[in-house]
């Protein structure tokens, strides 16, 4: 499989997709993986190995129409079977669009809906502490069928030799590396994302007190008068310990340079990323028009804090948008006070300064929000094929119940790999009565019921989240619509098209009705809801295995007709088969489903028939 990844932005939103092309090469490792990018941030993505090539998106294909045309048939010519755009915005709209690729993956957007064949919606609220900037990035990976990996986060890869130059430069500098060196965001990317130089000098005094350091300023050459103004406001005794010169040349010797230090504080930026990447820890100064929930990433309180003018002056974000706070962010940085600040950062500087970062990892900063908890459970028996697939689906939810009715092949084998899952063998004797033992062992009291055949879309996985933490009370059941596959390809109409089963409800208020031996109906003791999004339903590969099952299905219905007592006669054999032919095929449309809709509505028939036919032959048994 061949992969296009897009993200045409800044330095930070490079990082934080490069987590795609990580999770992508680890769980499918004989995919090829290219990274689409502006090239001024190339640097952040060099000696990544989970990137097979990266493709240059030049600014001189901004300003010349002629020069996109050629890259984009350039883009075609690679013959993408993939493409996950990150950045949806019109350039990269164009780029999916031209590749050709079968699978397009972005957010779901009004412009650009039609593009993509998987809009995903963004969470709008996150589950975990990593920021919505990297949870959105992991919505997209799932439409590929791979679960979101919250210990996944964004690296840089710094070369030995690079390390040793950085490392030289401090002492050439005459730097101490013995005590905490800390480098110093002072500028931010834009006017609107600095923090007022007269405030920031103020920043470097706090740090400067809490105990003897080295600090260095990152700052780009276009930016040094700004630095020096800063550095001419901080006292006496902080600029003795500040080396202003001590820079890295290229983007690349500043990365190597920041790894050498201990910690970052500052504005928001690509710094601050660069730096996490590192696995640095990190105090940020949000600027007033910056959401903290999408980039305050691996905020812990530990060795990631974060401080926004919103946390101390909550009265001047009411009822305002987003384009008000951009427009007047350098105004309402003037109620940020360096005081507001100070024993905050202090505080923070301390803490971090008695802990021991040699054995530090980000992934012990990745904590879950508080929210409600989901069982997912499910019946299976010989689902080999389908069970590692279904498990990496399941991976949103808090618990993951598998009821196996000792199967045959290697499915219990499967399901033992997985640590996440908790395997209970159980002898089948019908749905109904399966399905409610399975319930018994769900912890929580939200209960999310699959088949083996199904998978949760991302929007559907979403819907599922925001629901249980925002249910009505009085709504204790969902259905959800499916989406019905045979031989992995959509089947449209034939009956399918308004096909919809109670898979999400709350397992004190149902149970499934035990007279019932197939097709199980659900008991509920309450209000239901319907979801907006569809489950797929991946039903048959073959059709030997969709008969078979229609067979295995008649048998236990005949079962069921056979304790009622009824009698088979020709209106059962012949009249009923037919009438769900015609029914599936003309009155639902499957004829518009063409062969495939000929094939389902012959063995919905068969289906039909062949349960009278074992109902006779267990008639014919008491003789």
Known sequence: ????????????????????????????????????????????????????????????????????????????????????????????????????????????????????????????????????????????????????????????????????????????????????????????????????????????????????????????????????????????????????????????????LMNQCDYIVGNDGGAINMAKALNKPSYIIFSPWIEKKIWATFEDGIYHKSIHLKDVKPDLFINKSEAYLKKNSINLYQYFKPEYIKDDLQQYLKKINTLNLDNYSLSQSVTQFKHTPISALVITYNEEKNIDDLIENLSFTDEIIIVDSFSTDKTIEKIKSHDNVKLITNKFQNFSNQRNFALEHASHDWVLFIDADERVTPNLKQEIIETVNSSSKEIIAYEMYRKFFFKRELIRFSGWQTDKVFRLYKKQAVTYKKDLLVHELLDIKGSTGIFKHKLLHYSFDSYEEYKSKMTQYAKLRAKELYIKKLRPNAYHFYFKPFYRFVNHFIIRLGFLDGKKGAIVSYLSAYYVKQRYVELKKMYRNEK
């Open 1 to 256: 499989m061949k992969v296009l990844v897009i993200q045409q932005k800044m330095i930070g939103d490079v990082l934080t997709s490069t987590i795609l092309c990580e999770r992508i090469k680890k769980r499918l490792p004989n995919s090829e993986v290219h990274f689409l990018i502006n090239t001024n941030t190339v640097p952040v993505v060099e000696n990544n190995p989970y990137i097979d090539k990266i493709v240059y998106f030049k600014p001189a294909y901004r300003s010349s129409k002629l020069a996109l045309l050629k890259f984009l048939f350039s883009i075609r010519k690679e013959k993408y079977n993939v493409v996950i755009d990150a950045y949806c915005k019109l350039e990269s709209n164009l780029i999916s669009l031209f590749s050709g690729a079968k699978t397009k993956i972005s957010y779901s957007k009004y412009y650009s809906k039609s593009i993509y064949t998987h809009p995903i919606n963004q969470a709008k609220k996150p589950r975990y502490n990593l920021g919505l900037a990297i949870e959105h990035r992991l919505q997209l990976i799932e439409a590929l069928g791979l679960s979101s990996n919250y210990k996944t986060y964004p690296k840089l890869y710094v070369s030995e030799k690079e390390n040793k130059e950085a490392l030289n430069l401090l002492v050439s500098d005459g730097i101490d590396t013995t005590k905490k060196t800390i480098m110093v965001s002072i500028i931010g990317s834009s006017e609107n994302k600095t923090y007022p130089l007269n405030y920031m000098a103020k920043i470097v005094d706090y740090i400067a007190e809490i105990g003897d350091c080295n600090l260095l300023f990152n700052y780009i050459p276009n930016q040094i008068e700004q630095a020096k103004e800063i550095y001419s406001f901080c006292k006496k005794s902080t600029q003795e310990k500040i080396y202003f010169n001590t820079l890295g040349k290229s983007l690349r010797s500043f990365i190597a």
